[in-house]
């Protein structure tokens, strides 16, 4: 079946650190995205990428890299320079200018 | 700057209920797309209708119809007959592109509504 995945869907981590979430596509979609959500909140999208080896900066990209090196994959690191990282972590991606963002079931990262 | 207001923090009803979930937007853009989506407590977020700027005309979808009115800005998502499944938080989300060629889009998404439907 075509979807999103994301993994680990559980992460811990210790002040510091750098740790990268995973997240592969089969939908053949250009678009990508990564959004952070935090308790009682909606969304905000963190970075975003239309084509390989092409990623745009959203709304709260400080403390975070991506890359695209392929099209199924948009890996998120979340680096020490992060102050706040304790979040839910939600991939998505998208095709055509209307189309509907599909979701992964979301990284769950708490630092310790 | 888009913004989103979703006023209801939490609803309650009864199963079999209706209920109707309202949805204020605020943009510059004269071009979009207006989504609801579902997430349930396992976390991932379900894609609900859309909705583009252009076409106000309103639909029913099984149990599900909205109510889009351009001229004030509003997005409002009705279930009828409500079930228990239907439990979770309830997201509107405008889509705005992102770059003006290219199809990444930007959905700003509202705090969200929980909605708890009682047996």
């Known amino acids: 079946d075509g979807g999103i995945t994301q993994s680990p869907k559980y992460l811990f981590r210790k002040e510091g650190q750098n740790v990268t979430l995973s997240c592969e596509q089969n939908l053949n979609h250009d678009a990508m995205y990564w959004y952070r959500q935090d308790p009682g909140q909606g969304l905000r999208l963190i970075y975003y990428?239309?084509?390989?080896?092409?990623?745009q900066k959203g709304d709260i990209a400080e403390g975070y890299s991506v890359s695209r090196e392929k099209k199924e994959s948009f890996p998120l690191t979340v680096t020490s320079a992060q102050k706040n990282p304790t979040a839910f972590y939600l991939c998505?991606?998208?095709?055509?200018?209307?189309?509907?963002?599909?979701f992964g079931e979301g990284s769950r990262l708490t630092v310790l | 700057a888009q913004k989103v207001t979703q006023a209801q923090t939490e609803i309650s009803v009864v199963e079999k209920e209706d209920v109707t979930l309202d949805c204020v937007y605020e943009t510059r853009d004269t071009t979009y797309y207006l989504f609801w989506y579902k997430q349930p407590p396992s976390g991932e977020l379900v894609f609900l209708i859309r909705?583009?700027?252009?076409?106000?005309q309103n639909e029913i979808s099984g149990r599900y119809s909205w109510n889009f009115q351009k001229s004030t800005s509003s997005f409002n998502f009705t279930i009828t007959a409500s079930q228990v499944v239907d439990s979770a938080v309830y997201f509107c989300a405008p889509s705005f592109p992102l770059i003006s060629s290219g199809s990444a889009r930007q959905l700003t998404f509202g705090s969200g509504t929980q909605l708890t439907v009682l047996p």
């Open positions: 998505a991606s998208s095709q055509g200018a209307g189309g509907e963002l599909f």
């Open positions: 909705r583009n700027s252009f076409d106000e």
């Open positions: 990428s239309q084509i390989v080896n092409d990623f």
